[in-house]
């Protein structure tokens, strides 16, 4: 187990939180914001950003940053009667001592980060629980564990995603192959449900939609570059994708107006059905982003082989 980290103040994006620096032996690295829990930045050993990072990111507390891998917790969106995405994202986290259960991880750099409830949360939703996540990276490979332990005498129940901004060539000539037949609920129709149609999903306009009961391999097919990033995920049995399209990335303060361009969000969610825990009861969830050098036949990715594995 590789465990080299560096605690270092904020100079990327002038971050105003600590960071952790992970790094792994081919050259891959993540970087690991205590504020907000939040991946801000997954490099793979060409050195190349997989993450999108906002070109107005606001990066002074307690807004949230707009870019890398997000936490909504407690609540998604505005499914429920908090703020927006929870308050996961705009707090302080802390370096986790005693991640135990989990095993110690091979053949990777990692760090277990915690963030546990306050006197303050509890005016806001009036449970205690511990959130706990650990970020790992390996060759061309980043995986996110979250695990929710309810340490109130009452039962509660949440939603989560992790929203994944993804950097894109183009996000006009990018598909995301998996979720095809499925249902979902459209966010810009007031959440009506509807089927999907489409062969896969490409982009034209706007688009929030939360899928349904989506199997546990997604990907993301980036034609320009020749690479799919495949999505596996266990423990969250939605999807969200989302884009704002030129008019609302207008409208969105820290986005660039040009941002959405180059930018896919594919978050694995529990949205639909809440997830439920009694007392000492704890919850996981795992997603895990590999990166596949895509090859072209006959002027057309294959994302078929990529979904079964096949590469």
């Known amino acids: 187990m590789m465990t080299w980290k560096e605690h270092v103040k904020g100079t990327n994006w002038n971050y105003r939180s600590p960071r952790i620096v992970l790094r792994e032996p081919t050259g891959s690295t993540a970087e690991v914001l205590l504020y907000g829990g939040q991946v801000a930045s997954w490099k793979n ?16 507390p307690p807004k949230p940053i707009r870019g890398g891998i997000p936490i909504c917790f407690l ?11 929870g308050f996961a994202r705009n ?44 970020v790992g990276v390996a060759a061309d490979k980043l995986t996110l564990i979250p695990r929710v332990r309810n340490v109130d005498s009452k039962a509660f ?29 459209d966010n810009l129709l007031k959440r009506e449900r509807y089927t999907e149609q489409a062969d896969a999903i490409t982009f034209d306009g706007e688009i929030d939609r939360v899928y349904l009961s989506t199997p546990t391999k997604i990907a993301v097919i980036d034609h ?5 990033i495949v ?13 704002p399209w030129d008019k609302k990335a207008k409208a969105i303060a820290d986005l660039g ?10 978050d694995a969610a529990s949205i639909e059905n809440p997830i439920n825990l009694k007392p000492c009861e704890e919850w996981k969830g795992r997603q895990e982003l590999s990166i596949v050098s895509s090859s072209y036949f006959s002027g057309q990715l294959d994302p078929q082989k990529v979904l079964r594995g096949l590469h």
Not at 257 to 266: A, F
């Open 45 to 60: 050993e060409r050195r190349e950003e997989l993450l999108f990072m906002s070109s107005k990111a606001v990066t002074k």
């Open 91 to 134: 707090r302080l986290w802390s370096l986790d001592e005693d991640p135990s259960p989990l095993p110690p991880a091979n053949n990777q750099s990692m760090v277990d980060l915690v963030l546990k409830s306050t006197e303050e949360d509890l005016h806001a939703w009036p449970y205690r629980f511990e959130l706990r996540l650990r």
């Open 231 to 243: 999505l596996r995920k266990e423990g969250m049995v939605d999807a969200v994708v989302w884009n």
């Open 257 to 266: 107006d040009e941002d959405y361009k180059t930018m896919l969000c594919l």
């Open 75 to 85: 609540q998604v969106a505005n499914f429920g009667t908090l703020e927006q995405h």
């Open 224 to 228: 320009e570059r020749k690479r799919t």
């Open 157 to 185: 129940s949440f939603t989560i995603s992790l929203r994944n901004y993804f950097s894109v060539s183009d996000v006009s000539e990018v598909r995301v192959e998996g979720l095809e037949t499925l249902d979902y609920l």
